[in-house]
């Protein structure tokens, strides 16, 4: 047995994470620069996901790379068109070394609203 989370938050989510696990797997885990997760997305109980199998999740994580243009060189439109930034945002697929790109558009007031919302997240753990 590996207790997953010692350090509980408290509150509704504190709830024992005691996986029963192989010898293995139970060496893995007791390294603290093995990556896992532990997740309930059947049903069927919690599964412990470690390494590569990760990629399961298909989770997308930023790389801390990100670029903010206005595409006036490259883009033209019609005066109905609002006027958008281009957000590029580098992420890497958890668990591979996948790396791509996502792109989106957005106001001026779009992006203020979303600094807002970021600001706040980033306090969460406070």
């Known amino acids: 047995m590996i207790d997953l989370d010692p350090d509980k938050p408290g509150g509704p989510y504190s709830y024992p994470m005691?996986?029963?696990?192989?010898q293995q797997h139970l060496t893995?885990?007791?390294d603290p620069e093995t990556d896992w997760a532990c997740h309930n997305f059947t049903g069927h109980g919690p599964e412990v996901i470690i390494?590569?199998?990760l990629a399961e999740?298909?989770?997308w994580h930023l790389t801390r790379s990100m670029k903010v243009g206005s595409g006036a060189i490259s883009r033209r439109q019609s005066k109905h068109i609002p006027r958008r930034y281009e957000i590029t945002l580098d992420m890497k697929l958890l668990g591979t070394d996948e790396k791509d790109s996502v792109k989106f558009h957005a106001s001026a007031e779009e992006l203020r609203e979303m600094i807002d919302m970021l600001k706040k997240a980033a306090h969460l753990d406070d």
Do not use: N, W
């Not at 005691?18 to 192989?22: G, N, T």
């Open 18 to 22: 005691e996986m029963p696990v192989c």
């Open 28 to 30: 893995i885990l007791q």
């Open 51 to 53: 390494g590569s199998d």
């Open 57 to 59: 999740l298909d989770e």
